[in-house]
C-alpha cells in the first residue's frame, strides 16, 4: 500500500512541475525531451521587461527615440570611419548600484545590454553617385548627360550656365579637339575643328569651367555640405575625355560625422564613446 502512496505523491509532484512555474515574474516549462526549464513569455500578458534593438533612419529620429527611453545609465556609442559612422544607444547595458553618496557612490555592474537602438548613417543617393564616378573616365556625351542628370547638387556654375556647357558638349560630337588654354577667370577653352562635311575646316573654342562647387548631403535625409570638384580634360588624337576629382572626400565624411555626433550629444544629453560594436 506504502508503494502506492509513493507512486502517487510522484505523479502529483510530476503534474506540478508539468504547469508553469514562475521565476522573478517570467513562466518557465519544463521540457522532458531536454530536461530544462524553458521561459515560456507566450504565456505572459505584457513583457517583464523592454528587449530589442530599435533601427533608426536618420540622427533627429534617433535623438528623439533615445529621449523617450533613456535613464542615467544609458550609454551612447559612436562608430567613426573614414567611409561613414554608426551611432548606438544602450539602454540596459552597464548599470549603477543605487547607494547613497555618503556610502561612496555606486559601482558599476553589467546590464543585459539587449534593449537599445541604432543609427547606422546611411550614405545618401546623391554622395554615392559623385564618389563612384569620382577620377572615372567620361566622352563628351557621358560627361554631358552626368551634369544634367546632377545639376541639382551644383551650386556653382549656376545651373543654366553649366547645362548651356553640357548642350554644347553634347552638339560637338562631331569635331576634333587639338588644344586648351587657361583662360582669366579660371576656365578653360578647348579649341576644336568641325570635321562634318558641311562645316569642315571652321574652328571655335568651348568654354568649360575648371571646378565646380557641389552641394552634397552625405547621409540620407542629412544636409548638404560644399565639396570641390576639379574638371580635368584630356586631348589623344582629337578625341576630348573628361574626368573630375573630388577634393578630400574623407575629410568632408569625417567632418560630417563628428558633426552629427555633437547634435546627438546635444539633443540627447548623452556623451559619446568613440569603440566598435
Sequence with gaps: MSDLNDMEAVLRAGIGLAGPQEV???PYLMVPQSATAQAALWAMERPVRPTGVQVLLDGVSFGRYVNRFKD???????????????FKAVFNGHARERVSAAEGGGAVFPGFGDFGALYECPISEEWKRWT?????PFNQKGFAEFIENNLL??????????????RSLEARSEVKFSSGV???NGNQALRFEEVTTAKAGEKGELEVPEMLKLGLPVFAFGE?????????????????TFHYELDNPHRVVEHATRELMKQIEEATGLQAFLGSF
Design 24 to 26: 522573478n515574474g517570467v
Design 72 to 86: 542615467v545609465d544609458t550609454l551612447l556609442l559612436a562608430r567613426l570611419t573614414a567611409t561613414g559612422g554608426a
Design 132 to 136: 563612384a564616378s569620382n577620377k572615372q
Design 153 to 166: 547638387d551644383v551650386v556653382q556654375p549656376v545651373g543654366g550656365e553649366l547645362l548651356e556647357v553640357a
Design 182 to 184: 587657361r583662360l582669366q
Design 224 to 240: 548638404r555640405y560644399e565639396v570641390k570638384a576639379r574638371l580635368r580634360y584630356r586631348i589623344k588624337d582629337g578625341a576630348l
